[in-house]
């Protein structure tokens, strides 16, 4: 069992820049096995990929409305991966969440989930 834990996200206008993230817990965990994703949903409409990270952190894949302006990473001693937003845009509104993969990175799927935190931009 593996628990994921979103935090950072917040209000902000049109522009600026925002910091997510993700701390992953478990009972028998090793965190660099594990490939991370995010994704974000606006009420409404579907689940969309955002970004995706290998265990080791060396591969990455973003989705096309945020590539340029979002930058995933992680922090494996800590048990953590990060989403920096930047030039955000109201069109960014959604509540995002935190994924873990056993495997391959995949766009579409996690075997975990965080339970989101919500991101408003104001235009």
């Known amino acids: 069992q593996v628990q994921l834990v979103e935090s950072g996200g917040g209000l902000v206008q049109a522009g600026d820049s925002l910091r997510l993230a993700c701390a992953a817990s478990?009972?028998?965990?090793?965190?660099?096995?594990?490939?991370m994703n995010w994704f974000r949903q606006a009420p409404g409409k579907d689940r969309e990929f955002v970004a995706a990270?290998?265990?080791?952190?060396?591969?990455?894949q973003y989705g096309d409305s945020v590539k340029g302006r979002f930058t995933i990473s992680r922090d494996n001693a800590k048990n953590t991966v990060y989403l920096q937003m930047n030039l955000l845009k109201p069109e960014d509104t959604a509540v995002y969440y935190c994924?873990?993969?056993?495997?391959?990175?995949?766009?579409?799927?996690?075997?975990?989930w965080g339970k989101g935190t919500l991101v408003t931009v104001s235009s």
């Open positions: 478990g009972r028998i965990f090793i965190f660099s096995s594990y490939s």
């Open positions: 994924g873990a993969r056993a495997g391959r990175m995949s766009t579409s799927g996690v075997d975990y």
């Open positions: 990270i290998s265990g080791g952190g060396s591969i990455t």
